[in-house]
């Protein structure tokens, strides 16, 4: 008898596994939606704070959080978070939206969305790093791939490139899309296409040291298709600025929390301030975004006035007497929580069509009005960051242009300076972008830090550090790549970055 009710009980376990070991608030596979919304989230999160002390945009007296600014050796594994990070994030969630989504034609604005997407993210890290696992990234629960190749930087590119193509082109307005689960645009494909067409703009000009033929090619067609220029086809995540950390802007939280947070201009966490290369180009250039971006606490107070901001010197070592008077960013745009990330903006659009057209690449505008829209673009631009507080007005964004105005008779030298120095402070806080166009074209000119214990020589450095867990885990991967790229050095320049 004893042996007849096991029976049935085993049976009635079996009979209803399924049922009782299924988690009702999970799904049995994948959803494209949410993991597109996750890899949007998480491949805008990753951008490299360190690298605003870098471009000399911030730094701080102490060596650890001032890394960015002095290059200090011993801090030289913070280099490969963005590496160690992306993989595991929006590489593996990508990953998985185009495994769902591909060869349904139905969800072929799915595919494409992710593709571009996917590219944006690669792209981040072979700037930043050089050759990367690309091709069999990602295919570790897929493929069993578990210690995957690096790709030569430039067969990234060609394949880059290649993708946004066919994404862009593959686009229909008549089928589904994300919809509202497409952070970026909700899911508008001619808003996508402009996206996919100002990328092949960027990573086509960056190709200009090493393949001309090919970079005018591409940025030919890449402005055909039409690129971003109005202020409502910015690409730009938002952000509710409440609750769990993801749904505040990751730049605002990262320097709020780890810096800014106590709100006196003394008791900064990190120790961290404008640094005075920033603030006295603003100064000397009289230009209306230094009250926008930039304050001075007074007893507390936040104070934008012009004539009291002041940048802080990337030399320091120890905490200055008169560090409250230093400038830092403001809590009404820099530190918004809510405020939306910019990711690819009309200011960008306007300097690289002034860079095309300078070169004869374009002749639908002037170089001359490309750059003073690149200008107008950047300035308007903080508006949508800060509202009220971001607001420049026309007469001051018509003033400063009137006394900086392009260089026509210049040569080509001379107008890159302009164009770059002027795009050095219109796409501000993107310090990965400036720093790409840095490494590319060499301005804004920026003079190094020459700190002690730094590990450059005094010199800024060109790319990052691949993780130590790489050398361990995926050691022969790691040889073949530092054996074509060269050492695995901040001096060792990438494919793109040529002398």
Not at 125 to 132: E, P
Not at 242 to 266: E, H, R
Not at 279 to 284: E, S
Not at 391 to 405: P, S
């Amino acid at each position: 008898m004893l042996m007849i009710v096991g029976l049935i009980t085993i049976q009635s376990c079996t009979k209803n596994f399924d049922k009782y070991n299924t988690d009702p608030n999970s799904s049995p596979k994948p959803v494209p939606g949410y993991l597109f919304t996750k890899a949007q989230y998480d491949g805008v999160s990753n951008m490299l704070n360190l690298l605003l002390g870098t471009m000399q945009y911030t730094t701080s007296f102490n060596d650890v959080a001032g890394f960015g600014s002095k290059y200090i050796l011993a801090q030289a594994q913070q280099s490969a978070a963005a590496f160690s990070n992306s993989y595991q994030n929006q590489i593996n969630e990508l990953v998985e939206v185009l495994k769902a989504t591909s060869g349904d034609p139905s969800q072929s604005n799915l595919t494409a969305e992710a593709r571009i997407w996917r590219v944006y993210c690669f792209a981040r890290l072979t700037d930043l790093y050089g050759d990367i696992p690309y091709s069999q990234a990602g295919q570790g629960y897929n493929g069993g791939i578990y210690k995957p190749a690096y790709d030569a930087q430039k067969d990234i590119y060609a394949d880059m490139l290649k993708e946004l193509d066919q994404a862009a082109t593959s686009l229909d307005a008549s089928k589904a899309t994300f919809g509202n689960a497409d952070l970026i645009y909700g899911g508008k494909t001619d808003q996508w296409k402009k996206f996919a067409y100002s990328l092949m703009l960027r990573y086509a000009l960056r190709m200009t040291k090493v393949d001309i033929n090919a970079a005018q090619t591409w940025a030919t067609k890449a402005i055909s298709g039409g690129i971003i220029l109005n202020d409502a086809d910015v690409a730009k995540v938002p952000y509710v600025g409440s609750g769990q950390d993801i749904n505040k802007n990751p730049l605002a939280n990262n320097l709020w929390v780890s810096d800014y947070i106590s709100q006196d201009g003394f008791a900064n966490t990190e120790g961290g301030k404008y640094q005075d290369v920033f603030i006295n180009h603003l100064k000397d250039n009289k230009d209306p975004r230094l009250g926008v971006i930039s304050i001075v606490y007074n007893n507390k107070v936040a104070d934008t006035s012009f004539a009291i901001q002041k940048g802080m010197s990337a030399g320091l070592n120890s905490k200055p007497a008169d560090f409250v008077t230093y400038s830092e960013p403001n809590p009404k745009t820099i530190l918004l929580l809510n405020s939306p990330r910019l990711i690819f903006t009309a200011a960008e659009s306007y300097f690289l069509l002034a860079e095309a057209a300078s070169r004869g690449w374009y002749n639908g505008m002037s170089a001359s009005a490309a750059y003073e829209n690149g200008i107008s673009a950047g300035m308007r631009q903080w508006a949508v960051i800060g509202g009220a507080a971001g607001v420049i007005t026309d007469n001051q964004i018509n003033t400063y242009i009137a006394h900086h105005k392009f260089n026509t008779a210049g040569t080509f030298d001379q107008q890159m300076e302009q164009i770059y120095t002027e795009f050095w402070v219109g796409v501000f806080p993107d310090a990965e972008e400036v720093f790409a166009t840095y490494r590319r074209t060499g301005y804004p000119a920026l003079v190094p830090n020459n700190y002690v214990g730094n590990a450059t020589g005094g010199k800024i450095f060109r790319r990052m550090l691949y993780p130590i867990s790489e050398q361990n885990l995926n050691a022969a991967s790691y040889a073949a790549a530092i054996a074509r790229q060269g050492p695995d050095d901040f001096l060792t320049r990438i494919w793109w970055d040529k002398q």
